[in-house]
Every structure is written in structure tokens, then in C-alpha cells.
């Protein structure tokens, strides 16, 4: 088993920056891959971006391509997503998960563990 927690988030005027993280606890090694989806209301859940645990590869979805960045830190078993350049279709609950399957920046089924969500409000 998994555990995923979320930190940060919060509310940002349009063009401004936020960062939220995400800390693993639990059988970590099993994990492949860490990504961040996210969901507004009314709307289905949706990658955001993944990076795989051990190759450190990273995958963006193209709205937020050159204006979101995700990293970790293997060490301290956390993600990071380092989101620029905001505007007021990004506000959303956005999540973390941890997959131990693929890493598929499309398939939200992939994924087996979540977080709770923090919840990212952009004003225009």
C-alpha cells in the first residue's frame, strides 16, 4: 500500500505562480511512476504531467507544456509541481498518484494510489 499527501495549493491571481508537492508513504519501492492530474468541476480528471520514479523521465500534457514543471526527490520520497504563468482555466483540485503498472499521462485507470486532492483556484 500506498499513502499520497498533498501540500500547497491555493488561490493566485491569472499569470501568477503556484507550487504544490506530494509526499509517498508506504511500500514506495513498488511505485514506477508519480503524476499529477487534475479535475474542475463539472469536468472529467485529467493528466497534468508524470514522472517515472527511477528513470526520471518526465510527460506534459500540451496545455501546460512550458509552464508547468514536476520533479522529485527520491530521497524524501516527494513530487513537485511547479506551476507558472496561471490562468483561470487552471484552477482545479488537483491530484497526486502513484502507479505501480505504467506510467500512461492518459490513463487515469493506470494509477492505483491518490491523494486527497489540493485545491488550486486561479482569478482572472
Known amino acids: 500500500q500506498v499513502q499520497l499527501v498533498e501540500s500547497g495549493g491555493g488561490s493566485v491571481q491569472a499569470g501568477g505562480s503556484l507550487s504544490i508537492s506530494c509526499v509517498a508513504y508506504?511500500?514506495?519501492?513498488?511505485?514506477?511512476?508519480m503524476g499529477w492530474f487534475r479535475q474542475a468541476p463539472g469536468k472529467e480528471r485529467e493528466g497534468v504531467a508524470t514522472i517515472s520514479t527511477y528513470r526520471d523521465r518526465t510527460v506534459y500534457a500540451d496545455f501546460v507544456k512550458g509552464r508547468f514543471t514536476i520533479s522529485q526527490d527520491n530521497a524524501n520520497n516527494r513530487v513537485y509541481l511547479q506551476m507558472d504563468s496561471l490562468n483561470p482555466e487552471d484552477t482545479a483540485m488537483y491530484y497526486c498518484a502513484a502507479s505501480t503498472r505504467s506510467c500512461d499521462l492518459g490513463s487515469v485507470t493506470g494509477y492505483n494510489y491518490w491523494g486527497q486532492g489540493t485545491q488550486v483556484t486561479v482569478s482572472s
Open positions: 508506504g511500500d514506495i519501492y513498488s511505485v514506477i511512476c
